[in-house]
């Protein structure tokens, strides 16, 4: 069964940190890009960080997220996460990650469209 499941979230401080995970199952990880997506409350998901394929692994950071939240792959583990730094109130919502259809492209993008597996969401709760 495909499958992403996320999990990490919850309340944190402004200021702080947590670190979002996400595996897969059902395929092998590592040859499709995956993406993180943010969706505040009342609002559409956006995409906001990325990281490619075995063909390149580069990584993608929409500008708000830039010089505070980095992306890491342990394929080993089937896993993606996402590290955030410096969390801000705006920074609250729920999280998910999602695999880009495409295969082995070596690139990766924040826009939601080539997006066809999503997990359930794991919420983050910035406040004091």
């Known amino acids: 069964q495909l499958q992403l499941v996320e999990s990490g979230g919850g309340l944190v401080q402004p200021g702080g940190s947590l670190r979002l995970s996400c595996v897969a199952s059902g395929f092998t990880l590592d040859q499709y890009p995956i993406g993180w997506f943010h969706q505040a409350p009342g609002k559409e998901p956006e995409g906001v960080a990325c990281i490619s394929d075995r063909g390149g692994y580069m990584t993608k950071l929409a500008d708000s997220v830039k010089g505070r939240f980095t992306l890491s792959r342990d394929n080993s583990k089937q896993l993606v996460y996402l590290q955030m730094n410096s969390l801000k109130p705006e920074d609250t919502g729920v999280y998910y990650c999602?695999?880009?259809?495409?295969?082995?492209?070596?690139?990766?993008?924040?826009?939601?469209?080539?997006?066809?597996?999503w997990g359930q969401g794991t919420q983050v709760t910035v406040s004091s």
């Open positions: 999602a695999r880009d259809w495409r295969l082995n492209v070596g690139i990766c993008t924040t826009v939601e469209g080539p997006y066809d597996l």
